[in-house]
């Protein structure tokens, strides 16, 4: 079945930088839509950044000019920069892959970005 693994998750502090992984496995990576979403403690899951396969991105406008999300179709990967970190960022973020709308959704466990003021 198809496996996603998020790393690069930790703590940092307001105004630095972070970069998350997804490593994907068992799918036909490059058809697919590559997301981030995050999920804050009391709240719902959002998303934050997303990739088609033919490379158009959408952004939640929160991390608009300080997330930059990529991929690399060879190796399976998808990433997130994230730079000029905010308390307001911390979440456990999670990849997402979806080859088009209404299709099943694959979902990583999660990794804890936590950013302290």
């Known amino acids: 079945q198809v496996q996603l693994v998020e790393s690069g998750g930790g703590l940092v502090q307001a105004g630095g930088s972070l970069r998350l992984s997804c490593a994907a496995s068992?799918?036909?990576?490059?058809?697919?839509?590559m997301g981030w979403y995050r999920q804050a403690p009391g709240k719902q899951r959002e998303l934050v950044a997303a990739m088609t396969s033919g490379g158009t991105t959408n952004y939640a406008d929160s991390v608009k000019g300080r997330f930059t999300v990529s991929r690399d179709n060879g190796k399976k990967e998808v990433y997130l920069q994230m730079n000029s970190l905010k308390p307001e960022d911390t979440a456990v973020y999670y990849c997402?892959?979806?080859?088009?709308?209404?299709?099943?959704?694959?979902w990583g466990q999660g990794t804890q970005v936590t950013v302290s003021s």
């Open positions: 068992r799918i036909i990576f490059s058809i697919y839509v």
């Open positions: 997402n892959a979806q080859a088009f709308a209404g299709s099943k959704a694959y």
